[in-house]
């Protein structure tokens, strides 16, 4: 083992039950909270969509964020942060024939808000000075980067995108 790894270890031991600053703290409580907002929200939406297929997506990025959250929630115990108050278990809508929410229009609204995610989970990772917690964020933003490219390939395979017109080509 080299001089500086000896001094890394022996430091990253000093300071592993070492507080979060004020920014971490407020860092975390934002994302966690924007999870729960996601998480409901997609609950909703999975009622009114209709496509087996596109449930079955939906039903896994479900999961993602159930999973995502418990993981939140246990890294706010850790540390003695007084968790949010959580949405109910199910906020599914009673019914599922709203003619207004077509499976394209919820595909839209779900990239749309994964696209946002995206600029919340490095916004998180740039204020979170603990090396234990940065990883966390770092698999998150991973997972949701390959969520995001595999529902822009959906998107496509559905017609679902707006696809911006192609250049038409030149005479010069």
């Known amino acids: ?3 500086i790894d000896k001094i890394l270890k ?3 031991n ?3 039950n070492k507080a979060l600053h004020h920014g ?3 860092e975390l409580w934002a994302h966690l909270v ?11 939406l999975f009622s009114y969509a209709h496509d087996p297929d596109f449930k079955m ?3 896994e990025g479900l999961d993602i964020l159930e999973s995502q959250i418990d993981e939140l929630e246990d890294i706010f115990k850790e540390y003695s942060i007084p968790l949010p108050d959580r949405p109910p278990a199910d906020v599914t809508s009673s019914s599922s024939s709203n003619p207004l929410w077509s499976d ?9 808000g994964m696209s946002q995610f995206l600029d919340t989970h490095v916004r998180t990772f740039k204020f979170l000075w603990n090396d234990e917690l940065r990883p966390v964020i770092v698999r998150f933003l991973k997972k949701e980067v390959d969520l995001y490219d595999d529902l822009m390939k959906y998107g496509k395979l559905k017609g679902w995108l707006n696809m911006p ?3 038409e080509k030149s005479n010069n």
């Open 24 to 26: 971490e703290i407020f």
């Open 57 to 59: 997506i939906i039903s």
């Open 165 to 167: 017109p192609k250049p």
């Open 10 to 12: 022996n430091k990253q």
């Open 1 to 3: 083992m080299s001089f």
């Open 14 to 16: 000093n300071n592993k």
């Open 34 to 44: 924007s999870r729960y907002d996601v998480l409901k929200k997609t609950q909703i």
């Open 104 to 112: 394209q229009m919820i595909y839209r609204e779900i990239l749309n």
